[in-house]
């Protein structure tokens, strides 16, 4: 844990009582602060309770009592609306935070060495934080890796000087950040996501853009551009020679590509990374072996993370030698298993469109689980892949509108629930002699799971329930023989 300084002996209100919350809660104490915690849900009120949290029903306490107001990520902050216990204290003159700008607090506070590279982006920035982290470890240095994946960010570590905080930081958490302000910055990509929350994409463009505010010259910023938002926030934040690697009085920019050669940065060609700088390019590493880096989209995370590292100060040769023993990320293209010629991937990660085009364009033949809670566009801009797709399986509350796109397309399954999904997916593709089993939702799961990671589980616990039943058919049909 990571005691949180700058408020002993006040009182502090923690709304939200999730992971993140009771992560602050316990790091804002643990730093002498009084801390009056709330959650609109009463499950989570009793969970915190039993934790030891102090309770205290925000919705009428003395905010001239209050130093701050300390918000989990999934707090409205802005819209739909802001959140009544945001507007109150906001009234009161009560400022409000999150876990990333405390955790800069306790960062700045504690006269360490200690460096930090934060992550974000639409898609792949849960792959490209763990892949970070196990290049620093496996080149010898001490990761700390959590923010948005893992970990909490309080929960991490307390700074050592050679502590690395790896951070994956999400729209929500940049929203309520003042001075969060990373040695090293990385922005993979931005494609309409979480618009409910932010209001408009300009919004959320301008979200994920604050991961750079409060970088100085001394920092790093590693920039996707393939991603055209992201192309346009280099240029216009770092002048007409930021893809060249330039900029004056902020961080120094990297520029990275998996589409076309730079005179300055990293860049991916056919599978192979290459470090672009000064007239010099060096090959650094061949991905086209490496399964759990596979397509274009991890090229680019893997180019990113490879990046972030290297101006960390480790050398090359350790960090390729990493990216060929990367285990990967679960529920991101995870092989959860392989009978036959048939193979079960695991995308469960994939909550929007964009997302599952990753996984889309990798395969062939594949038979697609698709469905839960819709987000906006559909999966109408998946249709460039639907040829690949041998048919589609659909699950919740999106599968009604996911067949009438797929209509004339796709054959489709209207499968309902999982189980039922797999189980059908798996029929089909043993009877045809083989592809993918692929669950890529493009939809948020929280109309038939808790999140992603539990849609996950439940994939596996479904593949691997058929893998059971075949054993078990096979062993009943060897006794009988």
Known sequence: MIPVPGFQSQRVAMFGLGRTGLGVARALEAGGAEVLGWDDGEARRTEAASAGVVLHDLYSVDWSSVAALVVSPGVPLTHPAPHPVVLAAQAAGVPVMGDMELFQRALDASETRARMIAITGTNGKSTTTALIGHLIRQAGGDAQVGGNIGRAVLDLDPPTDQTIYVIEVSSYQLDLTTSFRPDVAVLLNITPDHLDRHGSFENYVKVKDRIFANQTARGYAVFGIDSEPVARLCTARCGQQAQAGSSEGGPKVIPVSTRKALGRGVYV??????????????????????????GTHN?????????????????????????????????????????????????????????????????????????GVAKVGGIEPLAEYFPKIAKAYLIGDAAEGFARTLEGNVDVDMSGTLDHAVERAARDATAAGGGV??????????????????????FRAAVRALQNMDAASQRGGGAAA
């Open 269 to 294: 060609l056919a599978g192979k990374i290459y470090h672009s700088r000064s007239s010099r390019v060096e090959e650094v590493a061949d991905l086209s072996g490496i399964t759990t880096l596979q």
């Open 299 to 371: 090229w680019e995370n893997a180019a990113a993370a490879f990046a972030a590292v290297r101006v960390i100060g480790f050398d090359v040769g350790k960090i390729a030698n990493g990216l060929q023993r990367f285990p990967g990320l679960a529920h991101r293209m995870e092989q959860v298993a392989q009978a036959g010629g048939v193979r079960f991937i695991n995308d469960s990660k994939a909550t929007n469109a964009d997302a599952a085009a990753r996984a889309l364009s990798t395969y062939d033949t594949i038979y697609w689980i698709a469905g």
């Open 437 to 458: 089993v692929l669950l890529s939702p493009a939809c948020a799961s929280f109309d038939q799971f808790t999140d992603f990671e539990a849609r996950g589980d439940a």
